[in-house]
């Protein structure tokens, strides 16, 4: 048998496969495959040749839930996840007037069950509407949001930075600042959200407008151990 190449198929009724299905050469598939009605095979399938998957699976078995301002697209199988965050956020953080003051904003919360947070990435750029050349702040990804007045996230809680962090953005005036690392972070249902957060002494400036804005993408690889409940 040739070699078998799709660019994209969009199956919109239902499909039944009632006999063998014999691949012998390599299928190579680069576009997107949507299946939206039942897919019935009865009959045996053979793959003796490479199969090549140019994208990854989209998946919505098991998946969170994005944030407004925060579009998620999720990768992977019911069990194993990556989820890409895309991060628009206006006004999600807080600075103080000449002190320390700690805040965040929720991106995402995982589905109800057991959770393990297996690895963590961000390109952030935040924007402080003043004290934007601000370059001693702490950035990072948390199961609890920053809050109260302080410098650092760790003096906050710890778990304003287990997933991923911290990192010190070179300016507070939108320039992108990327980390990543593994994580094995077991979650339970009372700590399933995951909070941006940053924190800094913040400088004295006129105090009019202390808002501050994030965008940018963050990944989590993740997977759903269940729900024993």
């Known amino acids: 048998m040739s070699e078998i190449i799709t660019t994209k198929k969009v199956f919109k009724a239902e499909v039944v496969q009632e006999g063998p299905v014999t691949q012998s050469g390599d299928l190579v598939q680069s576009g997107a495959v949507t299946q939206s009605g039942a897919v019935t095979q009865s009959g045996a399938v053979t793959q003796s040749g490479q199969v090549t998957q140019s994208l990854a699976p989209i998946n919505t078995a098991n998946a969170g839930v994005a944030e407004a301002g925060v579009t998620a697209v999720e990768y992977g199988d019911g069990m194993l ?4 965050l895309t991060v628009a956020l206006a006004d999600c953080f807080t600075a103080d007037d000449d002190a320390a ?12 069950g057991i959770i393990v947070v297996h690895a963590a990435s961000l390109e952030i750029g935040v924007t402080m509407a003043e004290d934007s050349t601000q370059a001693s702040a ?3 990804l948390g199961t609890l949001i920053g ?14 930075e287990n997933i ?8 507070c005036d939108g320039t992108m600042s990327d980390i990543g690392k593994a ?3 077991y979650l339970a249902d009372a700590a399933n959200a995951v909070f941006l957060n940053l924190a800094a002494t913040w400088a004295d400036t006129a105090g ?22």
Do not use: I, Q, R
Request: charge should be negative.
């Open 147 to 160: 809050s109260g007045a302080n410098a650092t996230l760790g003096a906050v809680n710890a778990a304003c």
């Open 81 to 84: 996840h990556t989820t890409k």
């Open 138 to 140: 702490e950035l990072g």
């Open 164 to 171: 991923l962090g911290p990192v010190t953005p070179s300016a």
């Open 101 to 112: 003051l700690a805040s965040g904003a929720k991106l995402y919360t995982f589905p109800t």
């Open 208 to 229: 009019t407008d202390l808002t501050g804005d994030a965008a940018g993408t963050v990944y989590l690889t993740w997977s759903f151990m269940g729900n024993p409940a």
């Open 183 to 185: 994580s094995g972070l």
